[in-house]
């Protein structure tokens, strides 16, 4: 334990002391106390707490600093911004203490975020703001004028609310002709006065005294109070009342009934009659303890009367003044003690309180910091803090009077997310007494738990041929986390299923897991496939878990049968021979067919649908295989055909047939007589048509061809002899024969050919001379002219005319 100690003079009346006590406790960081004068202005600066404590005023501002105290008043403020602890009411050490010295007030500071405790106490320094003052003004005594000196008479005390130096000092009495006056300390540090004696009294000289009592107390400025004593002188009485005892020693428990005896006190006097009566009184008792005790004047028994609290006050001294009528008086002493009765139930203050903490806290983390209190002494003010044991919290105790609630262990929301926690405070009195307070601690969120699938592995059936779109089922997965940190979203992982992407199948909602199939499924290329899809919440980090999703695709009868054999082509009839010598179930051949689907989709059965003769074939129903039912006869026609159904068992069921051509025969050449025509039967080729239109386009397609080309061909010589016509080749002359040539012999002798070879420019064009033709006829008409034929045959840019010439 480290103590420091701090002086400073503060203030304008005296010098003040501060002193500052830093203890290091474990919940408790420190203490600090300070002195104050009483009766200080609001606003007056007690002490700079930040810097005494050693703290930041950026920590009271950002812990929320604040002063909790156990009664209803406060004293004492916090001011954050400047670290220091001002006067916010004024203090009356008188009304706040009593008597009590010294007299202080304690509160603590609590921080928050970490919890910090700070207890802080003000010592409140007395000032003479109050006078001595005595309960009456007048003070009336009887005596006796043969009273010897050294008679004593007890007169009351003064009251001074303030203590110490500023309490009463001294007692002066005036004048001191016939008295004097004597002042003796009380146990209690009050004081008990007497008035004695010294000069014996004549009535016959002076019937009446007055003096004057001063009380002064030793404050700066000084303070008195005074009181008249008027004595009035008696006629003898020979004797005084004498107390049986000097000291009288009672015990009365606290909460005694009003009317509860303490005590009884006896005088006698020796006197007869009027003068040895005895009376008893309280002259010189305090305010309080003449509330609180009454004493009967002529039996002096003392009762209570009014309600004893052992925690104001735990002794009593009275002193009780027996008297006779004849002036005489004697006192005692009865001292009363009160004792402590288990009467104050414990009482518990929450200082701090965090009504939420978070899953995650360490064990040791504080979340309440409470102060227990009980009025009572000794045992019956010893407390027993405890909290519930049901709990994940343990109570520790920080400095007398103050337990911090702290974890015990790790909590955990997801199991339970809220404790109530019960604080029990109990004394060690005779009953115990006790009381509780409930506070609720909600445990805040963290993300720790993970989204959880019901299972691992998932697995759906999807019948095939589904609707893109298709809902296939839905995924969920729970958080046992709250808020943000249970909302869950779904992702798939991304991969490749036969060389495609998993997302180009199917795909997830991601806010409500629903899986649905992208595209329609196909039994016939993928049966199954498998697929993770991972649950990943939105607390901060995330957390996720994966399930495994396996979609078993379901077969439909969306396949008919496929004949294998026999093979149906197009182009040849193809027969399966039967001998004539057949016996009945003589095996023809059987039709092989497969059913790409799967169980009961691919469960194929045969039957004969349609025959040239149902009485001698069958077809067995599981094996497609085709016998004869009865013996083949001559009768029977050599082509046999079969129109063979084949039917899966699905639903709908799915069908193929297939023609069996059979020769009922003994030898191939008869069956290949019989079987020339079965191209050409319309009622069985179901190409037929198909050949014949695909016939009739090839055809028109070549007409249509030729038909272009022939034309092109006679646009084409069109124009080459157009240029034959304009062009500048040289012309060779022609002599038309005589007529009488013509006539004479009707022919020319001689055939001339030339080769000529034009171009697009004249000044290129040639001719040659080539050797003689065969002679070609040319015919003349009526009119007598010659008519040359020419004949032209055109190839590249070359062409061969032959010319008709006449010898002359």
């Not at 504080?366 to 003010?381: L, R």
């Not at 199954?528 to 957390?543: K, M, Y």
């Not at 013509?742 to 020319?748: A, D, F, H, N």
Request: a negative charge.
């Amino acid at each position: 334990m480290d103590r420091v100690w701090i002086i400073a003079a503060r203030g304008q009346w005296q010098a003040l002391v501060v002193i500052l006590c830093l203890f290091k406790l474990s919940s408790v960081t420190g203490q600090a106390r300070y002195s104050v004068p009483e009766e200080q202005a609001e606003g007056f600066v007690v002490g700079n707490i930040a810097r005494d404590l050693g703290l930041d005023v950026a920590r009271l501002i950002s812990g929320k600093a604040r002063i909790i105290t156990k009664g209803s008043r406060q004293y004492v403020d916090l001011n954050r911004d400047k670290g220091t602890l001002v006067i916010k009411e004024r203090i009356d050490r008188e009304e706040l203490c009593g008597k009590t010295t010294p007299c202080s007030f304690s509160f603590e500071v609590i921080l928050e975020n970490p919890i910090q405790l700070y207890r802080v106490t003000v010592e409140v320094i007395d000032i003479n703001d109050n006078s001595p003052s005595f309960p009456k003004e007048e003070i009336h005594l009887k005596i006796v004028e043969n009273a010897a000196s050294g008679t004593r008479f007890s007169l009351v005390s003064a009251d001074d609310p303030d203590v110490g130096i500023n309490d009463i000092q001294k007692y002066v009495l005036k004048p001191l002709d016939n008295f004097k006056l004597e002042v003796q300390s009380q146990p209690d540090g009050g004081r008990f006065i007497e008035m004695v004696l010294q000069t014996p009294l004549d009535r016959e000289k002076e019937e009446t005294h007055t003096l004057v009592l001063i009380a002064s107390d030793g404050g700066e400025p000084h303070r008195s109070g005074t009181v008249r004593i008027r004595i009035t002188v008696l006629d003898a009485n020979d004797n005084a009342p004498v107390c049986s005892q000097p000291v009288y020693k009672a015990d009365v428990k606290e909460n005694s009934p009003e009317g509860t005896v303490v005590t009884t006190v006896s005088a006698n006097d020796a006197d007869k009659g009027h003068y040895g009566e005895v009376m008893y009184s309280f002259p010189h008792v305090a305010k309080e303890a003449k509330q609180l005790f009454e004493v009967n004047v002529k039996t002096g028994e003392i009762k209570v009367a009014g309600k004893l609290d052992f925690e104001k006050s735990k002794t009593y001294q009275l002193n009780v003044q027996a008297s006779d009528h004849g002036g005489f008086t004697d006192t005692c002493k009865v001292i009363v003690q009160i004792i402590d009765e288990n009467d104050n139930v414990p009482t518990i203050q929450l200082m701090s309180f965090s009504n939420s903490i978070a899953e995650d806290s360490p064990p040791g983390t504080t979340i309440a910091v409470v102060n227990v209190d009980d009025e009572d002494s000794d045992g019956n003010g010893v407390v027993k803090c405890s909290i519930n044991s049901d709990v994940p919290f343990k109570i520790e105790s920080s400095l007398t009077g103050y337990y911090a609630i702290v974890t015990e262990s790790f909590l955990d929301r997801e199991s339970i997310p809220e404790h109530d926690i019960t604080i029990t405070v109990s004394d060690h009195g005779s009953p115990p007494l006790s009381s509780s307070k409930n506070i609720n601690v909600k445990i805040s969120d963290v993300n720790d738990s993970p989204p959880r699938f019901d299972k691992s592995e998932y697995s759906k059936t999807v019948p095939e041929n589904n609707s893109p779109g298709f809902s296939v089922f839905t995924l969920s997965a729970s958080d046992a986390d709250w808020g943000q940190n249970a909302r869950v979203s779904y992702f798939l992982e991304e991969k490749e299923i036969n060389g495609v992407a998993v997302s180009s199948l199917v795909s997830i909602n991601s806010d409500s897991g629903v899986i649905h199939a992208v595209r329609s499924l196909d039994y016939e290329q993928i049966k199954w496939f498998e697929f993770n899809v991972t649950a990943r919440d939105a607390g901060s980090p995330p957390l996720s878990s994966v399930a495994t999703v396996r979609i078993i695709i379901q077969d439909q009868n969306d396949n008919p049968p496929q004949v294998l054999y026999p093979v149906q082509t197009g182009g040849s009839v193809v027969a399966e021979m039967v001998p004539r010598s057949a016996d009945v179930g003589y095996l023809v051949t059987k039709v092989v067919a497969v059913d790409v689907d799967s169980g009961q989709n691919a469960w194929l059965s045969y039957k004969l649908q349609k025959a040239t003769d149902r009485a001698l074939f069958e077809v067995g129903l599981q094996n497609g295989e085709i016998r004869t039912i009865r013996q083949v006869t001559d009768k029977d026609a050599v082509k046999q055909r079969l129109t063979v159904i084949v039917e899966d068992n699905g639903q709908p069921s799915r069908s193929a047939t297939v023609i069996v051509n059979v020769a009922v025969a003994d030898s191939f050449p008869e069956v290949l007589s019989e079987f020339t025509d079965f191209t050409h039967d319309k009622e069985y080729n179901d190409n037929l048509t198909f050949y014949l239109v695909l016939a009739l386009a090839v055809v028109s397609f070549l007409f249509i061809t030729c038909l272009v080309v022939i034309i092109s061909v006679k646009i084409y010589r069109w124009r080459q002899s157009r240029i034959m016509y304009h062009s500048n080749l040289p012309v060779i002359p022609y002599y038309p024969p005589r007529y009488s040539d013509t006539l004479g012999t009707g022919t020319l002798q001689h055939v001339y050919n030339y080769e000529v070879c034009r171009t697009t420019d004249s000044r290129k064009s040639d001719i040659k001379y080539m050797q003689p033709m065969s002679q070609s006829l040319v015919s003349v008409d009526g009119a007598g002219t010659d008519t040359m034929q020419v004949e032209k045959q055109l190839s590249g840019n070359c062409s061969q005319m032959s010319t008709l010439v006449s010898d002359i």
